[in-house]
């Protein structure tokens, strides 16, 4: 039974926890096309990178870290500054509690108050899963590409997913940096709300 749920932004002091989420899915799965452990060093500077403007979401269960999400850029070309790309993993002991449904839920309305208008997502074929999240939260296949990805001793296909996080409006403000938005009540009532999402039992 779980007697404490918190989403929350990521703190630095997280990345160990983090990375010993991801670790498995680098050496383990063809999930993640990364093929080595990156040191603690160079993620933990990855992910202050990330967050100097986009949100990296924890999920703390019984103040253990069990999963996280975070936007990137889709693209360095200033076009493309209203586009991010989503990513999620979850420790396999607490998949099947809506973890990853609650930080997509607060990663696309925390996206939406920054002023973000489209998401994509990349899914190794085949990956059941990972699928059925993103289409039951409204992402939208948009194509496959064939042979992208070579691990483990194979060729990986991926499918690419988009989600449109609001209508498009002309001459579109600059998205602002979550720091901007973090401490302001809407972005609170989005946070409790996710986290009304997760199954405690």
């Known amino acids: 039974m779980i007697k404490s749920i918190k989403i929350r932004l990521a703190a630095v002091d997280d990345s160990n926890a983090i990375l010993q989420i991801y670790a498995p899915y680098i050496t383990n799965t063809a999930i993640t096309f990364e093929c080595k452990v990156p040191a603690m060093a160079e993620f ?8 100097t403007y986009y949100p990296w ?9 069990a999963g996280y999400a975070y936007a990137s850029s889709f693209n360095e070309r200033e076009a493309y500054q209203w586009s991010v790309d989503y990513s999620v993993y979850i420790a396999p002991e607490y998949h099947g509690r809506n973890i990853g449904k609650a930080l ?17 997502a990349i899914v190794t074929l085949p990956n059941i899963k990972s699928e059925r999240l993103h289409e039951s939260f409204g992402f939208k296949p948009v194509g496959v590409c064939h042979n ?4 483990f001793g194979r060729w990986h296909d991926v499918k690419w997913y988009e989600l449109r996080l609001q209508e498009h409006v002309q001459a579109p403000a600059k998205p602002k940096a979550i720091d901007e938005i973090s401490s302001t009540d809407e972005f609170n009532a989005i946070i409790e709300k996710a986290e009304q999402m997760i199954k405690t039992d």
């Open 148 to 151: 992208a990805g070579y691990k």
């Open 104 to 120: 997509y839920f607060a990663l696309s309305e925390t996206l939406k108050l920054q002023g973000f208008y489209n998401a994509y």
């Open 57 to 65: 979401l924890v999920c703390e269960i019984d103040n253990q870290i």
């Open 44 to 51: 933990r500077e990855s992910m202050v990178n990330i967050q």
